[in-house]
């Protein structure tokens, strides 16, 4: 019956014949050439004369080229939701600018290293830490202008060159530099947690008591608190120090005694209740010490004797 429907049924001429796979495969790069609009066309083409010009002999159109990629860089990476436009560009000429690196002049490497410490964010093999090393041959401030995607993958960088230069007894000063510029900008921009990570890894938590202060202190022990309980002895009990250092800068004494009592360090509590100065405050801190039958030393009778 199918067979007799057919032969009487004439053929559909509108009907869409199966697409080759190949052909399909064209039509798709057709039209992601036909998605770049004029305006990224001209970024593409003005991008791609900028990596010509880094190559010229003469070191004043070297350093103009320089100047325009950094500009359309800077202004792209400030706020990264994507893959911005200039990177997608010059991944292509990745190679092209490390090679221009050993050959441009002397004064205009240090620019060309921080392009390059930008582009091997993303286009860097993994593990190679390209992104750190043109950094340190760059300027070792100014980190912050390129965007807070780029100082996290900084941050990370250093943590691993730290933890294989302390291997090997390599020096870190330089390493200590750029977290000095690192830090401040992760405290002012509620990354408090990103810092903390970064001392963590350079071993200088200590640094962060530094930094606190009326806005930030409040997230930076949370996070030192809860980070506590993931380590083992003794680096639990040194972040809990630090964390009740910077309860005790901030005069946040009742928070500072939850923390000693954790310590369990009769003179850290001591410390921590004399140095409170607000009777108010102090007889709450009795309290809490009666609560978690912790004996110090007080003159006063009635506070002694709510401490029992």
């Known amino acids: 019956y199918q067979r007799r429907v057919r032969e009487v049924m004439p053929e559909d001429k509108t009907a869409k014949k199966p697409e080759d796979p190949k052909s399909k495969g064209k039509k798709k790069d057709e039209k992601k050439v036909e998605e770049l609009s004029e305006e990224d066309q001209r970024l593409k083409s003005e991008l791609e004369l900028m990596v010509t010009r880094v190559q010229d002999v003469d070191s004043g159109v070297q350093k103009l080229a320089l100047e325009t990629l950094k500009r359309e860089i800077k202004s792209s990476t400030s706020s990264m939701t994507s893959i911005p436009k ?28 921080d392009i390059l410490s930008v582009l091997a964010m993303t ?123 910077v309860y005790k800068k901030l005069g946040k004494y009742t928070d500072a005694l939850r923390v000693a009592i954790r310590l369990g360090n009769t003179e850290t509590l001591q410390d921590c209740y004399d140095c409170c100065q607000d009777p108010s405050v102090k007889k709450q801190l009795a309290f809490l010490l009666a609560r978690q039958l912790v004996p110090i030393t007080e003159k006063d009778s009635d506070l002694a004797n709510i401490i029992g």
């Open 123 to 245: 286009m860097a093999v993994e593990g190679s830490r390209e992104s750190l090393q043109f950094k340190l041959l760059g300027a070792k401030s100014d980190i912050s202008s390129w965007g807070h995607e780029y100082v996290r993958n900084l941050s990370g960088e250093i943590g691993e060159e730290f933890q294989k230069r302390v291997t090997e007894d390599q020096p870190i000063d330089e390493l200590m530099g750029l977290v000095a510029e690192i830090v401040p900008f992760q405290m002012k921009h509620n990354a408090e947690h990103e810092a903390c990570d970064l001392l963590m890894e350079v071993d200088r938590l200590e640094l962060i008591v530094d930094y606190v202060d009326e806005n930030n202190y409040s997230r930076v022990c949370n996070y030192l608190n809860s980070a506590a309980q993931y380590v083992s002895e003794p680096e639990d009990s040194e972040i809990l120090r630090i964390s009740f250092k």
């Open 86 to 113: 200039p990177l997608k560009f010059l991944r292509p000429h990745f190679q092209t600018l490390k090679t221009a690196f050993t050959t441009i002049s002397a004064d205009n490497k240090v620019l060309l290293a």
